[in-house]
């Protein structure tokens, strides 16, 4: 079973100001790890994933997130926020392999302020 | 460009009707497409695990005579809201399993239907 806890439904930043989105996950094997974004009334697109090779991993839009086994985390973040970035971001885990069944997050609303 | 093209983006319509949503996968084909739910401001719930061919698996809760849904072929999953109400409003998204030159994602997202029971 696999399980994933965004810490913070709702972050705010300033333009230029560095942005932290946390991702905690559970899985009782070793899991593929993704970070998604909605925009208002849009579906989901991917910004970054780890599928058990670099734990550094890079995405679009200057994303970039770090897992750590040992603190079971993949937190995301972009060093310069900028306003285009306001957006819903969801953590997701699966089981990776074939298994293409997705868990996702709570979500973690993103604003940028001028 | 978009790989999953989800189709009406919105619809509104009087309670009772049936309301069928479309998704489909432009360039690659689907032996899985996934159909979620997502209430305002909330995370996706998956509702079914469709299987070209096959019948569809629920997620516990979903009800199967309410929500239908049919995976003809590869590139075509339906879900059909059968005498919809007004708490069957909701958000409604699609996704594809990605295979051949899809495969670097695990799913592909179509841009969701805005469902409104009035």
């Known amino acids: 079973a696999q399980s994933v806890t965004q810490l913070g439904s709702h972050v705010s930043v300033s333009e230029g100001a560095l942005v932290l989105l946390r991702c905690n996950y559970s899985?009782?094997?070793?899991?593929?790890l993704f970070w998604y974004v909605q925009y208002p009334n849009q579906g989901l697109q991917l910004l970054l994933k780890y599928t058990s090779a670099a734990t550094l991993v890079k995405g679009i839009n200057g994303f970039e997130a770090e897992f750590k086994k040992s603190e079971t985390s993949f937190h995301l973040t972009k060093p310069s926020a900028h306003m285009s970035d306001a957006a819903e971001y969801f953590c997701a885990v699966s089981a990776g392999g074939s298994n293409y069944k997705l868990t996702f997050g709570k979500g973690t609303l993103l604003t940028v302020n001028p | 460009g978009a790989v999953v093209s989800q189709h009406p983006s919105r619809v509104i319509c009087k309670s009772g009707t049936s309301v069928k949503i479309e998704c489909r996968s432009l360039d690659f084909q689907a032996t899985t497409m996934f159909w979620y739910r997502q209430f305002p401001k909330q995370s996706l719930m998956l509702m079914a695990t469709s299987n070209e061919g096959s019948k569809a698996t629920y997620e516990q809760g979903v009800e199967k005579d309410k929500f239908l849904i049919n995976h003809a072929s590869l590139t075509l999953s339906t879900l059909t809201v059968t005498s919809a109400h007004p708490e069957d409003s909701s958000f409604y998204i699609c996704?594809?399993?990605?295979?051949?030159?899809?495969?670097?994602?695990?799913?592909?997202f179509g841009d969701g239907t805005r469902l409104s029971i009035l």
């Open positions: 996704s594809a399993q990605g295979t051949g030159v899809r495969s670097n994602q695990p799913q592909h």
């Open positions: 899985s009782s094997v070793p899991p593929y």
